[in-house]
């Protein structure tokens, strides 16, 4: 079992930058690779970014390349998600999650939390 658990939201101007964390509980998250998620008022959810367990392997949607980066810090049971450069568009509730490998099925999900990006 893991149980995840965001933090880091909140309200900043379009051009700023926030970090979010999502830390984990259980012996075994350091084998999961984990993913961060998006969801904006009236849409799906959406992948963001995501790495595999050791932090070796990353990938993310077009529209955040160059401006997110996702890392993870095994020692702390924690991954992050920095995002710099941020829009109006990025506005949404992210969720973390884990999953066995890095394009495997996320069955693990923190709570969200809320990302608002003022114009």
């Known amino acids: 079992q893991v149980q995840l658990v965001e933090s880091g939201g909140g309200l900043v101007q379009a051009g700023g930058s926030l970090r979010l964390s999502c830390a984990a509980s259980g012996r075994t998250f350091i084998t999961y690779a984990v993913g961060w998620f998006r969801q904006a008022p009236g849409k799906e959810r959406e992948f963001v970014a995501g790495i595999s367990w050791s932090g070796g392997a990353t990938n993310y949607k077009d529209s955040v390349k160059g401006r997110f980066t996702i890392s993870r810090d095994n020692a702390k049971n924690t991954v992050y998600l920095q995002m710099n450069s941020l829009k109006a568009e990025d506005t949404a509730v992210y969720y973390c999650?884990?999953?066995?490998?890095?394009?495997?099925?996320?069955?693990?999900w923190g709570q969200g939390t809320q990302v608002t990006v003022s114009s």
């Open positions: 999650a884990a999953a066995p490998s890095l394009y495997g099925d996320y069955a693990y």
